[in-house]
Every structure is written in structure tokens, then in C-alpha cells.
């Protein structure tokens, strides 16, 4: 009986044993693994840090082929009058670039939403937006008078439209500003 119970002992330990290695083998594997995903997750923020070169690269391979359309947006801006009091809110800011695949010049749509609610109204205000390429450079500027005729509670949209000087795909993001109030205004 004892050569039994020692026999059932060596096999409990010899269980033990394999047990411990296969736990042994299977820490290794899930460290394996993690090392694994850490490299992976290394190299996808890489890879996102990018992501706007091959948002571009992938836009100018579509629109080789076809006249596209994308869409670059931009905060909201409250505008100053002459003396840095508020004038009003330009709101929902889209600036869409056409590429015409080079068998028209390149087209922009600018839209935004302007009210003077708690501002004023009459006299004159530019929306000036720069064209920004991949580097940051300013690749054109385009200035549009703002409609300022009355105080547009809660909104008024407004949209303009025109050829760009530059091929819409070296746009990258824009930058818009409001000049100060020039000339006479009113309050809202």
C-alpha cells in the first residue's frame, strides 16, 4: 500500500511539474504577446502621427481618376468691432474644396452662419481665409466681405463661391480670421 501511495505521490508530482510548465509556457506566450502588442500599438501611433500625409496621398489617388470634393472645417470666431468689443459670432465654418482632376481649374464653396446677436451691424467686415498646405505655409489667401446688413437673430448663412489660384490638393487646413469693423455701425 505504501509503494502505491508513493507511486500516486511521484504521479502527483510529476503532474505538479507539468502543470507548472505548461503555466511556465503559457506566461512565456502571454509575454510574447504583450511584447507583441506593445510593438504593434508603437507602431500605430507612428503610423497615425501620419495619417494626414496618407489622407492626402489617398485623396489625390481618388481624385486622379475623378472630380472630388472635401471638406475642411474651422471654429467658431467671435469678431471684434474697431475697439475690440464684440461684433458678432461666425459659426459652422466649412471651406469645400473641388478638384477638378486638372480638366478645370479647382473650385471652393466657403459657408458659415453669421449673427451680430450681441454685437452690432452696418459698416464693413472681411472673412479672410488661408490656404494652409501639409508644412503649414500659406499657399493663397482669399478675402470675402461679410454680410453685415442686419443683426441675424439667431443666424444667417451665408455661402460664396470661386476659383482657386493653387490645385486644391496641396490644401491641407485652413486658418480663418475676421478684420475689425471699419466704417459706421449700429448696435443689435
Known sequence: MSALLSEGTVIETLEKSRRKAEGKAILDRLTGTAAKITALLIGLTVLLTQVPLFKNAAISAYCSFASCTYVLTYPDIVAV????SKSGTLRNIRFSVVDNNGKHPDTYVAEWTWSGSGGTQKGSQTVVIDLKSGSGATVQSIRIGLDRSGCYYPGHEERHDGTLAISGRLI????VAVTPVEG???PC
Open 81 to 84: 468691432d474697431g475697439s475690440h
Open 172 to 175: 491641407a487646413s485652413i486658418n
Open 184 to 186: 459706421v455701425q449700429g
